[in-house]
Every structure is written in structure tokens, then in C-alpha cells.
């Protein structure tokens, strides 16, 4: 089973850049003509929050009117940058649309892994916290299906990434999120948005990584003083390639025209000398 990501399409209204000079709304159109287009095809999308840039209604509009291509099923979580009324409203009516919940989490058995979307969003605050109330209900649905191999995606990482400017608004309380999903040996993988950057780490005996943005990078700026700031850096996204067993693999796919592929080998079968 294949797994994309696509996460933190900041998308603003039509025609208007992110931050003055991202085309975010071009960068979806070609994330997405990249998973449309991929062999074998994508059983699955998650989009891991930030998909508007403000949560003003006419982002939202112009995000659901590109995300109508997908041709996989598709399924999202709030980012700091989406506000939840105008998230919520976006997608009512979409099959996951948690309405009996305070909060924007749900679970998705419709897969050969079970995926269980997580709501780390704090209102008005650019950093993540779970509430106890949150972390209870994951609890809950991880001891209900102690036997089916679980993919979790929330949008702030537990991890300190060592770029200073996104790690003071990490999930501030990840540890309290890992100690809960440690204790269940089917979770597979953690997968989070935020930090627009490919990261990886293992926690708790857990894989835990963050999705490339294929708009804009977070500067990867390791100096403790250095400025915030983005760059334009090839484009990507996070795939995840599951195995009969539900073990998670991932890799990281380009956005582009690249030379290739070309054979290694020639017409009699012999290695290219
Ligand atoms: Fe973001
Ligand atoms: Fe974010």
C-alpha cells in the first residue's frame, strides 16, 4: 500500500502569493498531478495541516477546489495556520468529519493500515499541545484494535529539530503523545507536518518523521540566532510504502522534470560498460 503526504500548502486566495512571493496554489496543482500520476497508483492521501495560509473561508474554497483532483481518498487535520471554524466548515460532509468531538480526530479503517488523525492545534498559538482529553481519546482507540497495524499523522512534531525558530513551537508536550503511543506495540509510524522540512527520528521505539513542503522550505538554519526564514528548494513529498506485515517505509519523492530514468542495462541483458 502507498501512502502521500502532501502537508503545509499554505494556500491563500486566488492569485495572491504566500509571503509575497510563494505560488503555493501552483505548488498543490503540482503535488498533485505528481500523486495522480504516480505507478502503482496512491491508495491514500493525508494532508497534515497549514493547508490555508490564514483559515479565511476563500482559501479553504480555492484548497477544496484542487484537492477535487485527487484521485485517491484524501484525508486532512488542522495546522496552526487553519482556523477550526472555517476548517470545520470547509470540510463538512467529507467522511471523516469528526462531529460528535471538541476536536479534529478521527480514525480511517477503510485501509490494509489503520490511519488515526490527530488534532495538535492550539487556538491562536503557532506551537502544538494535546490536550489530556485528546491523548485520552487516542488511547482509547489504540486499545480497541491492539492488532491492526497504525499509522498516526498529526500536524506539530514531537521533536526538536534543531532549527529554533520551529522548535519553540513544536508539540510542547510530545513526549506526553509518544509515552501514549509507545505503549502500543501496533503503532507503525508517526507522521507530522509543521516544520516544512524532511526529518526523521525513532521515539519510543516509534518512527516519527516530518513532510517535505513542496512549496516552501524552513531554512535549515541550525544556528541558534539565526533569522527565521524560508527557501525555494526542489520540491518534494513524503511517501509511505506499507508491507503486508504493516511495517512503514518511507521515501521522499521529487516534484519535477528530471533527466531518467535510463537502463542499466543494455539490449543483450549485459551491464552498460
Ligand atoms: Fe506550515
Ligand atoms: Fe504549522
Known sequence: MLIAQITDTHIKAAGKLAYRRVDTAASLARVIDHVNGFTPAVDAVILSGDLTDAGRPEEFELLLHHLGRLKAPWYVIPGNHDKADTFRKAFAGTRYQPDDLPFYQYVVDDHPIRLIGLDSTVAGKPHGFMSPEKLDWLDARLTEAPDRPTLL???HPPFVAGIRHMDVQRLLNG???MAVAGRHKQVRHLACGHLHRACEQVINGIGVSTGPCAAH???LDLDPEGAPGF???PAMMRLFYIDEAGQVLTHLSMIGDFEGPYPFFDA??????
Request: net charge negative; hydrophobic share 45%; charged share 30%.
Open 153 to 155: 499523522f498529526v500536524h
Open 175 to 177: 513526549d506526553e503523545l
Open 217 to 219: 522550505a524552513v531554512t
Open 231 to 233: 527557501s525555494l528548494e
Open 268 to 273: 543483450e541483458g549485459c551491464l552498460i560498460d
